[in-house]
């Protein structure tokens, strides 16, 4: 049973538009919530958080929002930039419940064209 | 030097071979984990580890094994490697306070 949701698998955006990227969670015990992004061949790297006591962070140009009502996060990506490409991960996390490892979706592919 | 060093990068090796992947970190940190990265899978993980002495089983440890020889140190072994363990393999690392991993760069393994 997948706990952490990325329902859409690829994500085509044209530059200077802004990328909108999913999440859903079903464990309502998660209260930190992550995107990170990966380039091909490196490792996944942080990109945002967000704790549960939240409903927005934002960082440059990249914001997150979080829904708890719904059990739904988003990546907002303004304006979106070619170097953008890559795919993006959800993570949530419970300190209690799984000891704060991280649980991830299965990632969304946003490409940015120019 | 990179925080979270994995060795080989890449691996092609047979079936019923043992390897081991390796992992070392300049980090500090005390957690390390195991991920294992399949097309539309997502990162699932296999191991991971709190400190020395406290080793566990994530998602889908069957068939892989780990050693934590030092804070530094963890490495993922495959007893006798199948085909459907061919997967990008990643080691990260965390201070377990701010739930944030730092990732290694991955190993290709591909078992023919």
């Known amino acids: 049973d997948q706990q952490v949701k990325q329902n859409s698998p690829s994500l085509s955006v044209q530059e200077g538009r802004i990328s909108i990227l999913n999440c859903d969670y079903t464990n309502s015990m998660f209260d930190y919530f992550l995107w990170y992004k990966k380039y091909p061949a490196e490792g996944p790297t942080f990109l945002i958080s967000?704790?549960?006591?939240?409903d927005k962070n934002e960082d440059g140009r990249f914001t997150v929002f979080l829904n708890k009502s719904a059990k739904h996060l988003s990546l907002h990506i303004v304006p979106s930039q070619p170097g953008d490409s890559a795919v993006y991960f959800c993570?949530?996390?419970?300190?209690?419940?799984?000891?704060?490892?991280?649980?991830f979706g299965k990632g969304t592919k946003l490409s940015v064209k120019p | 030097d990179a925080d979270v060093t994995q060795t080989p990068r890449n691996r092609i090796t047979k079936t019923g071979k043992r390897i081991m992947l390796e992992c070392s970190q300049t980090?500090?940190?005390?957690?390390m984990y195991w991920y294992r990265q399949d097309p539309g899978l997502g990162l699932r993980l296999i191991y991971y580890?709190?400190?020395?002495?406290?080793?566990n089983k994530g998602e889908i440890s069957d068939g892989y094994s780990v050693s934590r020889q030092a804070q530094a140190k963890f490495s993922l072994s495959l007893e006798s490697a199948i085909p459907n363990q061919t997967a990008l393999y990643f080691c990260?690392?965390?201070?377990?306070?701010?739930?944030?991993?730092?990732f290694g760069s991955g190993t290709r393994l591909t078992v023919v």
């Open positions: 980090k500090g940190h005390d957690r």
């Open positions: 580890s709190f400190d020395v002495k406290d080793i």
């Open positions: 993570a949530a996390s419970s300190f209690g419940g799984s000891q704060g490892n991280l649980i």
């Open positions: 967000i704790s549960s006591i939240k």
């Open positions: 990260a690392t965390s201070t377990g306070r701010n739930y944030g991993y730092t």
